[in-house]
């Protein structure tokens, strides 16, 4: 199961008889590569100790809003942010009632209400409270906003009832939680990614470079073949490893970077252009070290090659997107790129908040297309890089639709 690989799941758990079968779905969810945090509430803690779910998840276990010692650590917003999926095992009917009616009372349903990510629940509840009108219209508020709900099974109860109400065991639940890193959306679709910086050799010691760590495009290439896409990540120096079911092209200057990603045209349906490329690139590489000079010295530049506009003027041109890495006057500039480089789409990030951007584990951006623009908030580079791929998935299909009709 390794869409659940590296994946961050925050575990809720709430208060039932069935909470002693999360200590076992924390063993599940890590066998499989998963990195748990637990969140508890009050009611859960009668029934097993966040102690169990320390020791099984390796991280500490969240119980309170309103803890200052927690919040220092991490705080409920990023803990939010963090997220790639919450998965509520067990909900009880009481949980799943103030989450339909969007309550904020205490730290789960406060996560709840601020993630940016998948909600999972597993219900779990005597048979009686599941059949009951109120849970049922609960259960349905909450499908309706795309909540997920695993169950629940039906069968012999705790309290010696026989009904549905029994949560799911710990492996169905981690293979109902992988499903939903599968979007589909890119099924048979190939999709070419270039990440990371490049470096432009100045001698054999020196070279010039950005601080592009690669997370954002990496981020992507994960997300595009988890929506099924055949993935190619042409990557300039990194230190990320490669993600699951991606074939990485490793690069070092920007030539290299064109080289490779052209060796893809006619087969590539998708190109998405994340690399911080040098724009320019020493006219002679010195083959011995540069001796240290009395005061200054020059090195001639000469421009390197415009990767994301030579592949958006190629006769076999696929859906084209760039990023407008802008310090001033974000959208504007990035207007201006998805004109002159004839792009599809762009996604303009602000580079001046040292906050999202390079290096950073988060990013804000806006997705300007010709249809309009749209902003996607701070969050995870993972959380953000499934939203754009659901976006350039859905643009793309749009195009092919108009272009077929
Ligand atoms: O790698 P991280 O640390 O996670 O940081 C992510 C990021 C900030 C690098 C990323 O989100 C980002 O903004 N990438 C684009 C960086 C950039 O070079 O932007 P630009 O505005 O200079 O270039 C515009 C577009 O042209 C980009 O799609 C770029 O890849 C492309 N380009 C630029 C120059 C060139 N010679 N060839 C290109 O293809």
Known sequence: MKQLSNRQILLGITGGIAAYKSAELVRRLKDHGADVRVVMTAAAMEFITPLTLQALSG???HTALLDPEAEAGMGHIELARWADL???APASADFMARL???????????LCLATPAPIALAPAMNQGMWRDPATQANADTLRQRGVALFGPAAGEQACGDIGPGRMLESEQLAELAAGLFNSRALDGISLSITAGPTREAIDPVRYISNHSSGKMGYALAEA????????????GPTQLPCPPRVTRVDVISADDMYKASMANMGSCDIFIACAAVADYRPAHIEEQKIKKQNTSMNIELVRNPDIVSAVASHDQRPFTVGF??????????????LEKKNLDMIIANDVSDTRIGFNSDENSVTVVDPSGQQKLE???????????????????????????S
């Open 100 to 110: 339909a009616n969007g309550r904020g009372d205490d730290l789960l349903t406060t």
């Open 86 to 88: 919450i998965l509520v």
């Open 224 to 235: 595009a073949a988890d929506a099924g896409a055949r993935v190619t990540l042409i990557s």
């Open 59 to 61: 991280n500490p276990v």
């Open 324 to 337: 407008a890495a802008e310090t001033q006057d974000v959208i504007h500039y990035a207007k201006g790129k």
């Open 378 to 404: 701070q969050m995870g580079k993972r959380q953000l890089a499934k939203q754009l791929i659901d976006l350039i998935a859905a643009r793309y299909a749009e195009q092919k639709r108009d272009h077929s």
